[in-house]
T-cell receptor, first 111, second 114 residues
Framework: EPEVTQTPSHQVTQMGQEVILRCVPISNHLYFYWYRQILGQKVEFLVSFYNNEISEKSEIFDDQFSVERPDGSNFTLKIRSTKLEDSAMYFCASRPGGLQFFGPGTRLTVL | KNQVEQSPQSLIILEGKNCTLQCNYTVSPFSNLRWYKQDTGRGPVSLTI?????NTKSNGRYTATLDADTKQSSLHITASQLSDSASYIC?????????????FGTGTRLKVLA
């Protein structure tokens, strides 16, 4: 069964460093999403992406964040200068139409 | 403000027992409502998705109900198993001008004991 994959599973970085989180959505899906979940808190929407552009973003998704679909299969989330409060699980999701499929997540730890 | 509230926050039950989780929402306009199961440290996995016109939907031992008038949903788990221990998240989606937004609840943490 096809699934959304994410790499790395765990990323540790120093405050101020740039990180790129990678996702490979399910191949025939058209809509892509990034979410984050701070430990013990609920999942929060970051950004949605369709037709090679951002369709919606939340107030969390500020200028430090960017997304790209560089090669038609990967979908990346870049954080330019990480802050301590960026430590969280980051989930990628994709959907063909209705149902979203989530990846296993990347745990980002900012020291 | 679009919000999704879930109750209880946590629940402990014995294996084999049934339980019901609640979700109240104030999301408008309503598009659909989903229940997800999330194991610790993993991504959410979809259990059910319900549109405005659906009152009940089942997926194995999971049965979701939706009352669009009162803006309430429930997830009933029958004959619980140890593997049901997880967080159960209610997500309501809304759509404006073709763009979907997903509002997540805080989840109910279920613990099933032997």
């Amino acid at each position: 069964e096809p699934e959304v994959t994410q790499t790395p599973s765990h990323q540790v970085t120093q405050m101020g460093q740039e990180v790129i989180l990678r996702c490979v959505p399910i191949s025939n899906h058209l809509y892509f999403y990034w979410y984050r979940q701070i430990l013990g808190q609920k999942v929060e929407f970051l950004v949605s992406f369709y037709n090679n552009e951002i369709s919606e973003k939340s107030e969390i998704f500020d200028d430090q964040f960017s997304v790209e679909r560089p090669d038609g299969s990967n979908f990346t989330l870049k954080i330019r200068s990480t802050k301590l409060e960026d430590s969280a699980m980051y989930f990628c999701a994709s959907r063909p139409g209705g149902l979203q499929f989530f990846g296993p997540g990347t745990r980002l730890t900012v020291l | 403000k679009n919000q999704v509230e879930q109750s209880p926050q946590s629940l402990i039950i014995l294996e084999g027992k049934n339980c019901t989780l609640q979700c109240n929402y104030t999301v408008s306009p309503f598009s659909n409502l989903r229940w997800y199961k999330q194991d610790t440290g993993r991504g959410p996995v979809s259990l059910t998705i319900m549109t405005f016109s659906e009152n009940t939907k089942s997926n194995g031992r999971y049965t979701a109900t939706l009352d669009a008038d009162t803006k309430q949903s429930s997830l009933h788990i029958t004959a619980s198993q140890l593997s049901d221990s997880a967080s159960y998240i209610c997500v309501v989606s809304t759509s404006t001008s073709g763009t979907y937004k997903y509002i997540f609840g805080t989840g109910t943490r279920l613990k099933v004991l032997a």
